[in-house]
């Protein structure tokens, strides 16, 4: 197990980070598509999660209505894991009331719903506070406020965002430099072979502005467990929940690519999936839940596989984007240049 730099921090986290998703669904909920594991089973997979090297494990104030944060807490109390050992991050910004300030990356909702984690994790502080999602009625300059806010009453230690547009992380963190506010340490975001729309503009962002990546759901809600390709797989999580998108030709293709490779390797399809992440210069740690430990035992061990240049270039055919402006307009202008820059390495 390798240790990244979150971003522009201090702070080293594993390349893997277990996910908690699948802890404390019911059948009451939409959640119990992903998962509905007990405090039993969830302290065995925080176990053998932290036995392969993970200090990583992320939550949300939404997962299960509150009860994966419980569950979660309870867990690393279970375990007797030392606080320094561990780095948790949850999020904040879905509807946690009925109300319409129960809800969004408003002042008035993050500082309770930070504090209602903290009480559900049984912790002081988490390690890294992030907003779940882009709320348009927010002014951006007052939820970076309200995150320092928490930053500077020792609630949080770094903050994040999920799911937000390269543009919009870049005008916050123009608005903390200009107001000498704690900036993005990370974006979590989707991304995975059949999903590489990230490349565009974000990626490009994060690295320039040395932001980290978490990577969600990185093998497409199981697709790239191989068993949904070619119409396949009528039970499962993505039967009953298909997401995230997935257009079914583009993903067949590339499940065509990574077969052979997962062969040669003597592993899994899934596996292989996980690894390409891994080989991708902006991703600094990808989230990988389960419900079982021997799912996510085959999980952990992609940080074993190294792909060959020939393989990464497979599957990188299998799975391109197509070109769009203004990408291919600055590829053509700019090769010069990068032939410059090529020549001094």
Known sequence: MRYNKLGRTGLFVSELCLGTMTFGGSDEDMWSKIGQLG???????????MEKGVNFIDTADVYAEGRSEEITGQAIRNLGV??????????????TGAGPNGRGASRYHLLDAC??????????????????GFDPATPIEETLRALDTL????????????NWAAWQIAKALGI???LGLHRFASLQAYYTLVGRELEREIAPMLLSEDVGLMVWSPL??????GKYSDGGAADGRRAGFDFPPVDQERGDRVIAAMRPIAEAHGVSVARIALAWLLHQRAVTSVIVGAKRPDQLADNLA???IDLTGEELASLDTASKLASEYPGWMQERQGQQQRDLLAARR
């Open 39 to 49: 405090q039993d089973e969830a302290d065995k997979l925080l176990g053998l999660a």
């Open 82 to 95: 030392k606080r320094d050992e561990i780095v948790v991050a949850t999020k904040g910004f879905g509807a």
């Open 115 to 132: 504090k209602a984690s903290l009480k559900r994790l049984q912790l002081d502080h988490v390690d890294l506070y992030q907003i779940h």
């Open 151 to 162: 930053v500077q009453h020792g609630h949080v230690r770094y903050v994040g965002v999920s």
């Open 176 to 178: 903390a430099e200009r």
């Open 220 to 225: 497409a809600g199981g697709f790239l467990s």
């Open 302 to 304: 992609a940080t074993e």
